[in-house]
């Protein structure tokens, strides 16, 4: 939902007194504002953050001292009102994500929304079309698109350095069923488990990396955890041609985090989240390159957002691209949680695949 000709988003003169910058508001000031995302709004050339909300009143006070953020708020409607605010970041949990998306679309502003988009591709739909009928931007935090670690990988492909893709093996384990994931596997709040929060950065890059991914079948089940969400999925897929598998296992003793990108003349493996270095292998010939995050991981999307909207660049993580992740997820839930387009998660006692 980029807009296509890098023509400024045209901001409601009543409330664009700066010319060249975009003026944020987040909505969920928590955890991930903190370094991750927060800051770059401040950092990012062309942005400003003006206002912040949580419900909690002291924490979000104590969010816009500790920021220098100029206003607060704990209510957000309050924060989508404020004629200052050109643009809204929706830092929440997934399950108020569509809710808060579409005010901010009745408000005519763009919206930059925390991955996954929503809880069901349902959700997304919905969000899309409201901003697509006021022709507004709706972006999502997939972060990892602009990474330069991941660049190099999509720079390493575009060059032809392993050929033709031929082939996709993405698989992760964790132990993380012995720890406690608050929100993320709260279906009600999440979706579903760790796999919409953490397999949904894996699915996006590949399709940012090799293209679409289609012909997508799963499963998912509970093997080894207390909590009603899957902590296993098990993936089937084609993009790009090329034919795919990935596998999670959050219910592991051991942790593994690697991706295989096979050619006809070489490979390429990464992680997703591990700091372990990119690796390029043609016949003998071994290239090992450590490529360091940036201190605020999100800063260099929320610097493409801006530019987007301010007509410089276009951003490479819509709702269009992450409506795409959210559908490759539901087909491979249903079996566990069955139809996904309506409210599964009201209904535990009918999931197919839920342990009796």
């Not at 507004?136 to 330069?148: D, N, S």
């Not at 296993?232 to 942790?255: C, E």
């Not at 390159?289 to 929320?302: D, M, N």
């Not at 610097?303 to 490479?316: F, Y």
């Amino acid at each position: 939902m980029s807009l296509p000709l890098l023509q400024p988003f045209p901001f409601h003169a009543s409330s664009q007194r700066e010319p060249g910058v975009v003026r944020w508001g987040i909505i969920g000031c928590g955890d991930v504002t903190e370094v991750k995302s927060g800051p770059g709004f401040r950092l990012a050339a062309g942005s400003r953050l003006v206002a912040v909300m949580r419900r909690n009143a002291a924490l979000a006070a104590d969010y816009a001292r500790r920021h220098g953020v100029p206003r607060w708020y704990d209510r957000a409607e309050a924060l989508i009102a404020d004629p200052e605010v050109d643009a809204v970041y929706i830092a929440t949990p997934p399950d108020s994500h569509e809710t808060y998306a579409l005010q901010v679309a009745a408000a005519g502003k763009p919206a930059y929304v925390e991955k996954p988009m929503a809880r069901s591709t349902a959700e997304c739909e919905r969000m899309i079309a409201a901003f697509t009928e006021r022709a507004l931007p709706l972006y999502v935090a997939y972060y990892r698109r602009a990474l330069p670690r991941f660049l190099q990988v999509k720079r390493w492909l575009e060059d032809g350095a392993i050929g033709k893709v031929t082939g996709i093996d993405y698989h992760h384990a964790s132990p993380a069923h012995r720890l406690e994931a608050g929100w993320r596997t709260d279906v009600r709040a999440a979706g579903g488990g760790l796999f919409l929060d953490l397999g949904s950065h894996a699915l996006d890059l590949i399709d940012f990396l090799i293209g679409p991914l289609s012909d997508v079948s799963g499963r998912a089940a509970n093997v080894g955890s207390a909590q009603d969400a899957e902590d296993s999925v098990i993936l089937h897929f084609t993009a790009g041609g090329a034919g795919g598998v990935a596998s999670w296992n959050f219910a592991s003793d051991a942790a593994r985090d690697l991706c295989r990108l096979s050619g006809t003349e070489g490979c390429i493996e990464y992680s997703v989240f591990d700091p372990r270095p990119l690796r390029l292998t043609r016949r003998t010939n071994v290239t090992e390159l450590e490529i360091p995050h940036p201190p605020h991981v999100a800063q260099p999307l929320i610097q493409s957002v801006v530019d987007d909207l301010l007509g410089r660049a276009i951003c490479p993580s819509t709702a269009a691209s992450a409506l795409r992740t959210s559908a490759v997820m539901d087909a491979a839930l249903a079996s566990y949680y069955g139809d996904r387009r309506t409210a599964f998660w009201e209904a535990p006692e009918t999931w197919p695949g839920r342990r009796r």
